[in-house]
């Protein structure tokens, strides 16, 4: 199981995920619910974030969010595994600069599925992944598939992953409108996943981060029926009355997707900036930066 907080409830197999917590420069939260279509969650999400003052970690927090595909209980399978390998292999000293450790995180969670895959009746499963962890005052996000990461500042939402999906590569090319890939038929055909192939491309976004940032993953069952617009709106709001914490948020955006007919599971993690001093703290990122022996 992927280490968080003791207020994590996970149903095993299908069903819900739930997880948040409150540190000392940054709060957040993870939920994740079948919805009200498929019969099960092949949708996975995990964290590492100690709540242990940032300046005793060996590197940054980690949140990772995968959506799995595959049939029967594959998808299921795949995203799971994929979440799990990236957090051990995070919390067991993933080597080098923030970079460099997130690729080779997500590079080992790549070989897992794509070596489960070659089992019985989970053959040609596959899942995206988008990762982020936060290191000094930047953040770093890995992304395979087309799960999603939001940056919402102020009232502004920046959609800082690309999608590796047909319609995507369409839209690039100015081949179809946006308006024709919302329904087009090919708008859940991957171009990227893991455990596709052997080796796999990650993409690695480098960012800064400022107090009061909010960053939003989601997997496509939210962010297909979610406007950019309603996520700026619920993450600016983090704070206030309205929408108290990332856990409020979080469930509020799932909420928001599952009462408009998603039809897919439906994932959010949010994370909101509340310093504007390092994460971790100095002596964690020399340790998180040291040399290899």
């Known amino acids: 199981m992927y280490p968080v907080e003791d207020n994590e409830e996970v149903v095993e197999g299908n069903g819900r995920i739930d997880a948040h917590a409150v540190l000392g420069k940054l709060s957040w939260a993870l939920v994740s619910e079948p ?21 005793a970690w060996d590197r940054g927090p980690l949140w990772v969010l995968a959506d799995g595909m595959g049939g029967h209980a594959a998808g299921e399978v795949a995203s799971r595994l994929a979440v799990e390998t990236v957090v051990a292999n995070w919390t067991e000293g993933a080597a080098g600069a923030p970079a460099a450790a997130l690729r080779g995180a997500v590079r080992s969670a ?33 992304n395979v598939g087309d799960s999603r990461a939001y940056r919402v500042r102020g009232e502004e939402c920046t959609q800082l992953t690309t999608d590796h999906s047909r319609v995507a590569d369409m839209l690039r090319m100015r081949m179809i409108t946006a308006e024709q890939a919302a329904n087009h038929p090919a708008r859940s055909m991957l171009t990227r996943s893991l455990g596709a192939d052997f080796i796999v491309q990650v993409d690695i976004i480098k960012d800064a981060i400022h107090k009061d940032d909010a960053i939003v993953l989601c997997s496509d069952g939210l962010w297909d029926v979610v406007s950019r617009a309603d996520i700026a709106e619920v993450a600016a709001a983090i704070g206030t009355p309205a929408v108290p914490t990332p856990k409020d948020a979080a469930d509020r955006l799932v909420d928001t997707a599952i009462e408009r007919g998603t039809a897919d599971n439906v994932t959010a993690v949010v994370v909101r900036i509340t310093s504007d001093r390092p994460i971790p703290a100095a002596g964690g990122r020399r340790l998180f930066f040291r040399r290899r022996p």
């Open 35 to 55: 919805g009200k279509v498929r019969p099960h969650n092949e949708d996975f999400a995990g964290a590492y974030a100690p709540t242990t003052p940032d300046d």
């Open 110 to 142: 790549n070989t897992v599925v794509w070596d489960a895959g070659k089992q019985s009746g989970q053959k040609g499963m596959g899942t995206t992944l988008c990762a982020l962890t936060l290191a000094g005052q930047e953040l770093f996000i890995a």
